[in-house]
């Protein structure tokens, strides 16, 4: 079993930026991938950007550029650094991990993003 457990979410204005962050516990062996799915009210929950343990990502087209994905694997943590957010980044950020970014095994009981305009 793995345990996610996120931060870094909250309230910004449009432009600014935020940090999340996702720690893992538990056993690793499973764990390749960590990643960011988010999830707009009344929208399907989509994936944003995912990293593997060797370091390949994966970007949402609406994000490249704007957000970065990094992986401290000695510390089992995921980080999201969003730059110039939009108010339509709010949403829910969950927190993943698994064998695979598009299939994950494990989620983390999400964090609210609110940008305002």
């Known amino acids: 079993q793995v345990q996610l457990v996120e931060s870094g979410g909250g309230l910004v204005q449009a432009g600014g930026s935020l940090r999340l962050s996702c720690a893992a516990s538990?056993?690793?062996?499973?764990?390749?991938?960590m990643g960011w799915y988010r999830q707009a009210p009344g929208k399907q929950r989509d994936l944003i950007a995912a990293?593997?343990?060797?370091?390949?990502?994966n970007y949402a087209d609406s994000v490249k550029g704007r957000f970065t994905i990094s992986r401290d694997n000695a510390k089992n943590t995921v980080y999201l650094q969003m730059n110039n957010l939009k108010s339509a980044n709010t949403a829910v950020y969950y927190c993943?991990?698994?064998?695979?970014?598009?299939?994950?095994?494990?989620w983390g009981q999400g964090t609210q993003v609110t940008v305002s305009s």
């Open positions: 990293i593997t343990r060797g370091g390949s990502t």
């Open positions: 993943i991990s698994g064998l695979t970014w598009s299939t994950p095994n494990y």
């Open positions: 538990g056993t690793f062996f499973s764990i390749n991938a």
